[in-house]
């Protein structure tokens, strides 16, 4: 190799250095201010709002904690916030979602152009779906792929498992099962997600996952008492885990119309983890933000359980004003477009909490020895 063209190398590299410097992080945001803070860390924290593209997120939780909602709020949202620049695929391996999205949102996000052409049963058919896919996001477009779920993926190993079981039945053989070699967790660990992340970020895109919890029957009396499947692999290579528990339902005339989920971050790759809130899911409408910000703003939940207390039924939006309920401070503040006037107040709040419990000393090494 010549000086010139070893030059020319370093020039190119120095090159592709500043434009990643240069180029914009990008963030999806989940449609709630609250969840976005949890998950982004916030702009004064110097990350941002929502799920930094590059992250392979995990939402794990029981039954009825609405993890597939949760997944068509974000996709919608943020078609509409960047338009026809972001690209989504929606792989419901459990055929379970049956929300009307063009209703709710104003977009059939289960058209045939957002789900796959070919199956996806197993492992080794999803990392082909997701890398197909990742390959279609051009340079100024942004996405993101929902599995729904992890756990109803199989894998070749077991899809030929039980092709010769179903052989040996047919000949009224008894069938050997041998030893379960764990086909879709060795899968992921070796070959899944290797290069993922790199190629992820390079596409401005999220790989969100959608996991099941089950019983942990081994848990003990100190253990946790689920677990999720998936195998050590996720959870290594995971950006953002956050569990969602159902903490209430509100109903009308004895039918639920509504659902508060308590969302905690487990793991984020910001420096203000463990974060949690709630939010409030209305299976007509979606997520309410404002809802949830005007009950963060005053006050109006129990911070454990997220039942309303009695000051959500006089609320002072400003001094000199008289006491409303939330329900009038909603219409009060879409009459009188408030509403990022609210948004903002929302953030300053979480932000000054922040700033109030932050241990603040100076450097350790600018720390002069008492003992020199």
């Not at 990742?134 to 899809?159: M, N, P, Q, R």
């Not at 109903?251 to 409030?280: D, M, N, Q, W």
């Not at 953030?347 to 241990?359: F, H, L, V």
Request: net charge negative; with cysteine.
């Amino acid at each position: 190799m010549t000086d010139e063209q070893l030059k020319a190398i370093r020039r190119n590299q120095l090159a592709e250095k500043k434009k990643e410097e240069q180029r914009e992080r990008v963030y999806l945001t989940t449609n709630s201010t609250l969840y976005d803070l949890v998950v982004g860390g916030g702009t004064k924290s110097g990350y941002g709002m929502g799920f930094v593209a590059g992250s392979v997120v995990r939402d794990h939780a029981g039954e009825g904690s609405s993890k597939s909602f949760k997944a068509v709020e974000c996709i919608a949202a943020n078609y509409h916030k960047f338009k026809d620049k972001f690209k989504w695929r929606y792989v419901d391996v459990e055929r379970g979602n049956t929300i009307d999205t063009e209703a709710l949102y104003g977009v059939d996000i289960f058209s045939p152009e957002h789900v796959p052409s070919k199956p996806v049963i197993t492992v080794e058919q999803w990392e082909y779906d997701v890398n197909k896919f990742l390959d279609s996001i051009k340079e100024d477009e942004c996405g993101i792929y929902v599995l729904d779920s992890l756990d109803a993926l199989s894998s070749d190993e077991l899809e030929s498992r039980k092709e010769e079981r179903h052989k040996a039945y047919d000949k009224d053989k008894e069938f050997d099962t041998g030893s379960f070699l764990g086909g879709s967790a060795k899968f992921l660990s070796q070959e899944f997600f290797r290069g993922l992340t790199a190629k992820l970020e390079e596409k401005n895109c999220v790989l969100y996952i959608i996991n099941q919890e089950r019983d942990n029957m081994n848990a003990g009396m100190y253990g946790k008492k689920y677990r999720v499947g998936g195998g050590r692999a996720v959870g290594f290579y995971e950006s953002v885990r956050v569990q969602s528990k159902l903490r209430s339902k509100e109903e009308r005339k004895g039918r639920a119309v509504s659902a508060l989920i308590e969302i905690t971050a487990e793991k984020t790759r910001h420096p203000r983890p463990y974060r949690s809130c709630f939010v409030t899911l209305i299976f007509t409408y979606g997520i309410d933000s404002l809802y949830d910000e005007l009950c963060f703003l005053f006050d109006c939940r129990s911070e454990k359980t997220g039942e309303l207390l009695k000051s959500s039924e006089k609320i002072v939006y400003k001094e000199g004003m008289e006491p409303m309920t939330l329900e009038e401070l909603i219409a009060y503040i879409h009459d009188n477009k408030l509403r990022k006037e609210v948004k903002q107040a929302c953030i300053d709040k979480w932000e000054a909490i922040e700033d109030s419990i932050a241990i603040k000393r100076p450097s350790k090494f600018d720390m002069e020895d008492d003992d020199e």
